[in-house]
């Protein structure tokens, strides 16, 4: 990597909502342009709309191309010319098609390599549904455009807690079904490997939630533990994972056992994520975890009814920044070490197979253990 500062794209959500507020007040900080390169993918007008009503003294440089970036400034990237009406704390789908924009014009730019992370304000996820716009979320939408046919995984986190999530935007009657022995490997495998790849945790361990109340009771109270969620927990540590439960969740949340863990697998959204902010308050960040870019947002919405009236709080989104540029230097110095694995120089005649005495198998086992 070269010596400039990473480079962050910041989409500027729905235009109604709190987030060029928090934008504003995020940068309103010198260190930040110390720390980074900001992009904001938005609109000037609705920007200067934005810090009129908020009689904010935020500067910003208007570029129209993203390589056109520059260090020390705050970079506010035009993606599209049309008036769009801002009428603040008011759902409207002119403001869910001006998100959209900035989130497609931020995706072109990518996958040319004029960014290195991408940080999204909350989008109001029904205003934005459109031809183009047909999916439940930043999620599931960033995996069809820059997954490679990789699985995301949305994991809420701050420094004491970290969870995933086995389902996202269901309704509730459709997470039974969705909730399989595979379903829960594969979700699994993708937060193992980013706990120790983005996060830099050598040997994480992780707990998984039980799906029922009372962990099933043994089959009383529903029957996933034991047919999906068990087997998917055994199949895994026999595959070398260091993976426990099922918990249920009350209990696991209510006695703090969640300190014991690197990561907490939850089989749907609101059994992750109430816990979550209930014990974060505003510390927390979203991380779009399994995809080769690396996205993170507030862990909030768009929060219409304080819309316009200063008193939001840009925590959030300052964490979810750190966060995607932590995850950016994690991955090359993770990265980097693999690129080269040694050479096989010989075989010890105990040893079985083709084995090498030395190799990236050695490597691996002789990384520090717990979180570094």
Do not use: W
């Not at 799906?211 to 999906?228: F, R, S, V």
């Not at 089989?267 to 779009?288: C, E, I, R, V, W």
């Amino acid at each position: 990597m070269d010596n400039r500062k990473i480079r962050v794209a910041i989409t500027h959500g729905d235009t109604n909502g709190i987030g060029y507020e928090i934008i504003f007040k995020a940068f309103a900080e010198p260190e930040m342009l110390e720390l980074c390169t900001p992009i904001i993918y938005g609109s000037p007008k609705v920007a200067a709309y934005h810090r009129k009503a908020l009689d904010a003294p935020f500067v910003f440089s208007i570029i129209s191309n993203a390589s056109e970036a520059r260090e020390g400034r705050i970079n506010l990237l035009t993606t599209f010319d049309e008036e769009v009406k801002v009428d603040l704390g008011q759902p409207s789908a002119e403001a869910g098609n001006a998100s959209y924009q900035a989130l497609k014009r931020a995706m072109e730019d990518y996958k040319e390599g004029l960014f290195d992370v991408l940080v999204t304000a909350p989008i109001n996820k029904k205003n934005i549904q459109s031809q183009d716009f047909q999916f439940t979320g930043h999620t599931e939408y960033l995996e069809a455009m820059v997954g490679e046919g990789g699985k995301s995984l949305m994991i809420l986190m701050n420094d004491m807690l970290r969870v995933a999530l086995v389902t996202t935007h269901l309704p509730i009657e459709s997470v039974t079904k969705a909730v399989t022995k595979e379903a829960i490997k594969e979700k699994a495998m993708v937060f193992y490997q980013t706990l120790r790849r983005d996060l830099r945790i050598s040997k994480p361990r992780i707990a998984v939630l039980a799906l029922n109340p009372h962990a099933g009771d043994n089959g009383l109270l529903g029957k996933e533990e034991t047919e999906q969620i068990v087997p998917a927990i055994e199949e895994l540590s026999n595959e070398g994972m260091t993976v426990f439960g099922p918990y249920a969740a009350d209990g696991f949340f209510g006695t703090a056992a969640y300190t014991s863990f690197d990561g907490v697998l939850a089989m749907y959204h609101d059994q992750g994520l109430a816990p979550f902010k209930a014990l974060a308050s505003t510390t927390g960040a979203n991380f779009t975890a399994g995809l080769p870019l690396v996205r993170t947002s507030p862990d909030h919405g768009t929060a219409y009814d304080i819309a316009g009236k200063g008193i939001a709080d840009e925590t959030s989104l300052r964490n979810a920044i750190y966060l995607a540029i932590d995850v950016f230097r994690n991955r090359i110095q993770y990265d980097e070490p693999m690129a080269n694995p040694l050479k096989k120089h010989y075989h010890e005649r105990h040893e079985d197979g083709d084995r090498p005495r030395f190799g990236a198998k050695q490597q691996e086992e002789n990384l520090p253990q717990g979180e570094e």
